[in-house]
């Protein structure tokens, strides 16, 4: 079983940066497929973007393309999310997700596991 924790969040100014980070623990992460979900309050999670092993396909909702990057480093068993050029409508409880079957990367219903979200808040 998987453990994880997500942290980075925080309040920025629009036109600002942040980095987030999940931590896994418990067991290894490097078959398993990563992703950002985000929540804004009143809205259903969506997706932000996913990642299968280190050197294979990257996906982002069409919202934060160009503007966001998923990476991770598998000998950390780390995942992060760089936020660059942040909107007001960016803001949301991040989620860091993971599963280790391959389906439907950008529902949030395929993913087993999931981390207890960090908050980010982008002022006008």
């Known amino acids: 079983q998987v453990q994880l924790a997500e942290s980075g969040g925080g309040l920025v100014q629009a036109g600002g940066s942040l980095r987030l980070t999940c931590a896994a623990s418990g067991r290894t992460i490097d078959t398993y497929i990563m992703a950002w979900f985000r929540q804004a309050p009143g809205k259903e999670r969506e997706f932000v973007a996913a990642k299968q092993r280190s050197d294979s396909a990257t996906y982002y909702a069409d919202s934060v393309k160009g503007r966001f990057t998923i990476s991770r480093d598998d000998a950390k068993d780390t995942v992060y999310l760089q936020m660059n050029s942040l909107k007001p409508e960016d803001t949301a409880v991040y989620y860091c997700?993971?599963?280790?079957?391959?389906?439907?990367?950008?529902?949030?219903?395929?993913?087993?596991?999931w981390g207890q979200g960090t908050q980010v808040t982008v002022s006008s």
């Open positions: 997700a993971a599963d280790i079957r391959r389906g439907i990367y950008y529902s949030s219903a395929f993913y087993s596991h």
